[in-house]
């Protein structure tokens, strides 16, 4: 499975972005997908995810209610919009894919497929 994602780039403190990533994958609902991040002299950290039907949804404390993860099976696409940013958020993002349709957790572990990140810059 062949990930890639885009969407990243500058914006000011309370600004929106939407992130895309599109998959290879022929059975795209099989797959679990999720984003996470990796700022400048930090570990990656877990951002959200969905299950591959994409009924079920995770976020980790410091985004939610800010970013909503979802997907479109059709066009084999997993979306991350972005709002409310701080500089905070400031990092390069991934996507991953899981082989299994179902979320377990937070840990890059689980995740099987990484794409090449994409950077987003708050500035304040």
């Known amino acids: 499975v062949q990930l890639q994602a885009f969407g990243g780039g500058l914006v000011h403190t309370g600004g929106s972005l939407i992130l895309s990533c599109g998959a290879s994958?022929?059975?795209?609902?099989?797959?679990?997908m999720g984003w996470f991040r990796q700022a400048p002299g930090k570990e990656r950290e877990f951002v959200a995810a969905i299950s591959g039907g994409g009924g079920i949804t995770q976020y980790a404390d410091s985004v939610k209610g800010r970013f909503t993860i979802s997907r479109d099976n059709a066009k084999n696409t997993v979306y991350l919009q972005m709002d409310s940013l701080n500089p905070e958020d400031t990092a390069v993002y991934y996507c991953?894919?899981?082989?299994?349709?179902?979320?377990?957790?937070?840990?890059?572990?689980?995740?099987?497929?990484w794409g090449q990140g994409t950077e987003v810059t708050v500035s304040s």
């Open positions: 994958a022929r059975t795209y609902r099989d797959y679990a």
């Open positions: 991953a894919a899981r082989r299994v349709p179902f979320i377990d957790g937070p840990s890059s572990s689980l995740y099987n497929y």
